[in-house]
């Protein structure tokens, strides 16, 4: 057994995007996603692991994972895991927004609370490399209170010691969703031409997919930084 993967956010665009190219990844033996509920996709790779994200932290990953076991075939993933002979990464595509949820309250607890509970929890389950979806703009101490939710969230995740904490900063997403989002399909026409004659990396608009493809390659490079920050110009060439 190589390596595992958990997963958190695979509902969203590059969340997809990273199950559906981690799975190809020869790398990762086994991806574990974690949600609400089941995706209705199935694969010999993938282990979907489903409750309420609120109480992430209380979860009994062994229980879990013995619940939906058939004939004991997760046993050497179990055993892996508490003896800490594999090698984990943690992706995070998790994030809302205020519209979809409902108050800036509940989207503080989705974009930071439930981004650091997770955090947490991998990290005591031996994860060594923690990669996470964030935004460009992200600020602390920005008055646009979606940046600074952000912003918080990166501060707050670089006190857990990782091996290596990426944060991906991209530009506006583009991609199929499963909403449909008037401001931002106005914004994706608006700057469409960027993205056609390849204009203004930093700010251009980014695919789905080349945001996930530079997290699964950068959690497999030898690293002599503790925390990266990769911003989406740096993105744009996957």
């Not at 602390?140 to 006190?159: A, H, I, M, R």
């Amino acid at each position: 057994m190589k390596k595992i993967a958990f997963l958190a956010g695979t509902s969203g665009l590059v969340g997809m995007q990273l199950l559906h190219q981690i799975i190809k990844d020869s790398a990762y033996d086994y991806i574990i996603s974690i949600g609400r509920r089941k995706l209705a996709l199935k694969h010999d790779k993938l282990i979907q692991v489903v409750g309420d994200i609120a109480s992430l932290k209380t979860w009994d990953l062994e229980e879990k994972l013995r619940a939906e076991d058939i004939g004991g075939l997760m046993y050497p993933i179990v055993e892996a895991i508490q003896e800490k002979t594999i090698e984990i990464h943690a992706f995070c595509a998790l994030g809302t927004t205020i519209k979809a949820a409902g108050s800036q309250q509940k989207f503080y607890e989705v974009d930071h609370d439930f981004i650091l509970n997770y955090a947490l929890w991998t990290k005591n389950l031996g994860v060594s490399r923690f990669l996470v979806v964030s935004s460009l703009g992200a600020d602390p101490q920005s008055s646009v209170f979606y940046n600074k939710v952000k912003g918080e969230t990166e501060e707050d995740l670089k006190v857990i010691p990782f091996d290596y904490l990426g944060i991906f900063r991209p530009s506006l997403l583009l991609g199929n969703r499963s909403q449909f989002r008037f401001g931002e399909e106005v914004a994706k026409i608006l700057m469409k031409p960027l993205v056609w004659f390849k204009l203004a990396k930093s700010i251009r608009p980014i695919h789905d997919f080349q945001v996930a493809k530079a997290m699964i390659y950068h959690a497999s490079q030898e690293k002599s930084v503790k925390v990266e920050v990769i911003l989406s110009k740096d993105m744009q060439r996957f």
